[in-house]
């Protein structure tokens, strides 16, 4: 037994921060498959790359 | 842009054994949050050293965030005398930790993981009540604002069953 085997105690900070998250987004992944989750967060990923090229570009000319 | 699937795969078929850890681990669970890098937990038995090596080494891995040109040597004793390293590949970003805060190595962890099938290959995840302890134990502030959503998660994926 190590302490990975406790029960996950609540904290405050984190109930705290819990409040303000949007469930309705969780609940549309947990619909998702395992691959379609991973290629949400990677398209996420090519879309914040491509607004940061889009913004040197934007900022050499 | 780290390619996910490449990396997983070239692990996977590489029969290494590693668990997925980190942004990439909470998005296959459900979180929202986009991650740059894939961060996995991987066995340090002498054989899983030799197939990490293997895995990477056609995607030339680099310590990240040196100047090019330093010698840092890919082999598998390089494996064997260090530990946690950040490497980039041309595939993307990885982190190869042999023991993270608050969880401890791989023989800790894998009771405390899933397989799924991921990519088409079966991929030890660590598991979502780990993965929230663990962020606590690392304490950092990009963690804490994370914890809050993982939390929420844990709720809605219990209710979900």
């Not at chain 1, 947990?30 to 879309?47: G, P, Y």
Request: hydrophobic share 40%; proline share 4%; glycine share 8%.
């Amino acid at each position: 037994m190590s302490w990975l085997d406790d029960p996950l105690e609540p904290n405050p900070v984190v109930e705290a921060l819990k409040k303000d998250v949007d469930r309705s987004l969780l609940r549309a992944n947990l619909d998702r498959t395992i691959d379609e989750r991973l290629e949400h967060m990677a398209s996420m990923q090519r879309l914040i790359e491509d607004l940061r090229a889009a913004k040197a570009r934007q900022q050499s000319s | 842009m780290t390619d996910f699937k490449a990396l997983v795969e070239a692990l996977a078929s590489a029969k290494a054994d590693f668990i997925v850890v980190g942004g990439v681990a909470a998005a296959v669970h459900g979180s929202t949050h986009a991650t740059t890098d894939l961060d996995v937990v991987y066995s340090r038995a002498t054989d899983n050293l030799a197939r990490i090596h293997q895995a990477l080494t056609p995607y030339k891995p680099y310590l990240r965030g040196l100047p090019p040109g330093l010698p840092f040597v890919w082999e598998v004793g390089t494996l064997r005398n260090g530990l946690n390293f950040t490497l980039i590949t041309a595939l993307g970003e990885i982190d190869l930790l042999g023991e993270i805060t608050g969880g401890g190595g791989y023989d800790a962890l894998v009771s405390h993981s899933v397989e799924l099938e991921v990519y088409g290959h079966r991929v030890r995840c660590l598991d979502l009540e780990t993965l929230i302890r663990v962020k606590r134990a690392a304490g950092r502030p990009k963690d804490l604002i994370r914890l809050g959503e993982l939390a929420a998660l844990l709720e809605e994926a219990k209710k979900k069953g």
